[in-house]
């Protein structure tokens, strides 16, 4: 079976910086696109970035400029650098993949547990 595990969230002052980690394992045949999302209390889950295969990204702009979506195919790990971090990006941020099991499967999206980005002073 497919596990993603993030890791790198905590605690962190307004400005700082985090750096998320997200590595799928189990049986994995290819991983497509990669992304992140996050939901903060009483709000829909947003997309935060996203990444192809080929290493093309996209932001949400509220993210623009602060965040930077990265990935090593050989690791099947995607990061999330945050820099310049703002109250206002304090959620639960989830990795989620495209990922076939098979050589004839289809792309499906594998979603992580999770990790809490706290941004306060």
């Known amino acids: 079976q497919v596990q993603l595990v993030e890791s790198g969230g905590g605690l962190v002052q307004p400005g700082g910086s985090l750096r998320l980690s997200c590595a799928a394992s189990g049986s994995i045949f290819s991983i497509n696109a990669m992304g992140w999302y996050r939901q903060a209390p009483g709000k829909q889950r947003e997309l935060v970035a996203t990444i192809t295969s080929g290493g093309s990204s996209n932001y949400a702009d509220s993210v623009k400029g602060r965040f930077t979506i990265s990935r090593d195919n050989a690791k099947n790990t995607v990061y999330l650098q945050m820099s310049s971090l703002k109250p206002e990006d304090t959620a639960v941020y989830y990795c989620?993949?495209?990922?076939?099991?098979?050589?004839?499967?289809?792309?499906?999206?594998?979603w992580g547990q999770g990790t809490q980005v706290t941004v306060s002073s």
């Open positions: 989620n993949a495209a990922i076939s099991v098979t050589a004839r499967g289809i792309p499906r999206p594998y």
